[in-house]
């Protein structure tokens, strides 16, 4: 099966501040990559699909990049409502799987 | 609206099976495999298994393989999922989702405990 490695795991940050999250694939899988993000007690919510497509309704903030085996998941500007686990998640093979999470606080 | 609504939470002993249901609504239901996801307390989600709701075809994770069963019924647009020989590290939340670009839809998610 093809892993997902994400990093960091974790990652402190402020309102207003610019972060990036990658997630590593252990082989190439072509842009057939999806981003979520979660809120305690919620189900995920699709954020960014084929690697780099914003999903509608989601906030122009949020940007995807990558194909082959590296992705990141990159908001241009915290917004308090952005603090959640993040999930790098592929299908390329019928093996899907995810990455480990990346969990957002705020600093 | 396209819904998918789970069963309610359930308590378990280890050994025992547990099957959820995951009823679908708004959309036609053999246009998109279901898939199942499983995340245990504080912990990531992981990848289960899928249906297609068409055919009844199945595909599992390796980690499931031999203790899960996905079907389909056609008849109620009802998916579900049976987990058996259950531990107590299968004590999880389980989501039905379509997991499909551009028709991406969750259900609510059912706590499954397993305790003696």
């Known amino acids: 099966a093809i892993q997902l490695t994400q990093s960091p795991s974790s990652l402190s940050a402020s309102v207003g501040d610019r972060v990036t999250i990658t997630c590593r694939a252990s082989q190439g899988i072509s842009s057939a990559l999806a981003w979520y993000q979660q809120k305690p007690g919620k189900a995920p919510k699709l954020l960014i699909y084929d690697a780099s497509s914003l999903e509608s309704g989601v906030p122009s903030r949020f940007s995807g990049s990558g194909s082959g085996t590296d992705f990141t998941l990159t908001i241009s500007s915290l917004q308090p409502e952005d603090f959640a686990t993040y999930y790098c998640h592929q299908f390329d093979s019928y093996n899907y799987t995810f990455g480990q999470g990346t969990k957002l606080e705020i600093k | 609206e396209v819904q998918l609504v789970q069963s309610g939470a359930e308590v378990k002993k280890p050994g025992t099976t547990v099957k959820i249901s995951c009823k679908v609504s708004?959309?036609?239901?053999?246009?998109?495999?279901i898939h199942w996801v499983q995340q245990a307390p504080g912990k990531g989600l992981e990848w289960m298994g899928l249906v297609d709701p068409e055919d009844g075809e199945t595909i599992y994770a390796e980690k499931f393989q031999g203790r899960v069963t996905i079907t389909a019924d056609t008849s109620t647009d009802t998916a579900y999922m049976e987990l058996s020989s259950l531990r107590s590290e299968d004590t999880a939340v389980y989501y039905c989702a379509t997991l499909t670009t551009g028709f991406d839809y969750w259900g609510q998610g059912t706590l499954v405990t397993v305790s003696s």
């Open positions: 708004g959309y036609t239901f053999t246009d998109y495999y």
